[in-house]
């Protein structure tokens, strides 16, 4: 009866001393893996032109309804190689599962899943994201 | 006269002192060592190695909202987290940390009052922490409180036995009451060597009268919601827990009277360090012991409790007293 006793209190009292496994979080980060699914970005070609074509592939895919994407059209072919861009991108962190399904469906690669995983903020309607957060800066 | 009040007003202050500062860092060490036994840290956020983190609960608890519940007895609801805490500063007052010193030609003596019933005092007033915890069980009109003080009323009943019946030995042995003198009775050799049984019986006991686990039935958190102090809020369940690490210092440091030699040095050759300090220690460590204990054992069931009580640890208490009388007697010059 009493081994059982002290060996368990053997193990505890050599796990004091083993150095413990706690990440001090705000301090330290972890290293996140590269194809984590984080905050969304919405990238941009090498004159600053954005990729996406209001194709509206990506809002009918997400399984959240996190998306809402709406076009408008860009004559003077400033902001668009083709001619079309989105007007209104917005994602809704409320709603996003970080399925990355968006990503997949994108068939020019104008969204992007980033590593950024500290999407935390402190009112429910910043997390309503728009294309001013969300588009690349180059 | 003056002078022996103004001495005594000093001591107090000092002695109160220090055991809050060991009682908001026994929180603090709680939660470290169940930390690291977990492969943890523990708190870290509040200064260096989260070493200022009881003074930010003790802030937290001071601000937070004091609710008392609407159909609760009054009177014992506020009357129960004040005996928590009382007994345990009462038995400080006998507890001989030192034997004497000199201070401008002086004896000033280390314990605040010599007197020569100071174990009869102790297990008296110890035994008032039953109070707390029944009526703070029944004074919030709530079931699990209740149940939480039901089940302490039984389990105190049952340790405090075992808890004076381990320390007879001890008295039979030196032949007095005062702590005092049971510390010097060790100067040679320590009593646990000599009432093994005893030292590991009153060890038992302490812990289950503080209610600690492996102990810890009434406020079992997974059965209980929080036990008897489930009702309690901000500085009324801060004292509650003072009271809970004021008790484990206070019967710590009896145990360290009793059986580890009180102030005196494992060994000559260490004694060169101060006994105050040696008897700290032993305190510390035995505090320690009773942390190691909580975050490796689980939790006893109800009937298991009191099996290990009446069926076991009294038989053996009961039989450590005839062999220690039957030693007593044969040393004397025998039948």
């Known amino acids: 009866m009493i081994g059982p006793l002290i060996k368990g209190l053997k193990i505890t009292f050599g796990h004091l001393f083993k150095p413990a496994i706690t990440v001090k979080y705000p301090y330290e980060k972890r290293e996140v893996a590269k194809r984590w699914r984080g905050r969304h970005l919405l990238r941009v070609d090498e004159q600053g032109r954005e990729l996406c074509c209001y194709c509206g592939l990506c809002e009918a895919v997400c399984p959240a309804n996190a998306i809402r994407i709406y076009g408008m059209e860009d004559p003077t072919f400033t902001r668009s190689d083709v001619g079309k861009i989105a007007e209104i991108y917005e994602i809704d962190y409320r709603r996003c599962i970080f399925c990355g399904f968006c990503a997949e469906a994108c068939p020019r690669g104008a969204i992007v899943l980033t590593t950024d995983y500290e999407l935390a903020e402190p009112e429910r309607e910043k997390l309503l994201q728009t294309k001013e957060v969300l588009l690349e800066k180059r | 006269m003056l002078v022996a009040i103004a001495i005594t007003v000093v001591k107090l202050l000092i002695y109160f002192g220090v055991l809050m500062t060991i009682v908001a860092y026994g929180t603090l060490a709680e939660r470290k060592v ?183 039935l009434p406020e079992a958190e997974s059965e209980l919601v929080g036990g008897y102090h489930t009702e309690y809020s901000s500085m009324k369940f801060a004292m509650f827990f003072m009271g809970e690490y004021a008790n484990m210092v206070v019967s710590s440091a009896i145990a360290t009277c009793l059986f580890l030699g009180g102030w005196y040095a494992p060994s000559h050759y260490l004694s060169f360090i101060p006994g105050p300090i040696w008897f700290l220690l032993k305190v510390f460590a035995l505090f320690f012991f009773m942390l190691w204990i909580r975050w490796t054992y689980p939790r006893f069931r109800y009937d298991q409790l009191m099996g290990f009580c009446w069926k076991y640890l009294l038989p053996f208490s009961l039989i450590n007293i005839l062999g220690t009388g039957l030693v007593v007697i044969l040393r004397s010059g025998g039948l």
């Open chain 2, 34 to 216: 169940a930390g690291h036994i977990q492969d943890r840290l523990g708190p870290f956020h509040c200064g260096p190695h989260g070493l200022l983190q009881p003074l930010a609960d003790g802030i937290k608890l001071f601000f937070k909202e004091d609710i008392t519940a609407s159909k609760s007895d009054k009177v014992l609801y506020y009357l129960a987290p004040v005996i928590a805490v009382v007994p345990a500063i009462l038995v400080l007052g006998v507890i001989p940390i030192g034997d004497y010193i000199t201070i401008a030609g002086k004896k000033i003596s280390l314990s605040i009052a010599d007197i020569n019933v100071a174990l009869l005092y102790f297990l008296g007033v110890s035994s008032f922490g039953v109070y707390a915890i029944m009526l703070g069980g029944w004074a919030g009109n709530s079931k699990y409180p209740l149940l939480g003080g039901l089940r302490s009323a039984a389990q105190f009943l049952s340790y405090e036995l075992l808890l004076g019946l381990s320390v007879i030995g001890v008295v039979m042995l030196v032949g007095s009451f005062s702590l005092k003198e049971i510390v010097h009775y060790q100067k040679d050799m320590w009593l646990f060597i000599k009432q093994p049984v005893a030292f590991i019986i009153y060890m038992i006991a302490a812990i289950a009268e503080l209610n600690r686990a492996p102990f810890d």
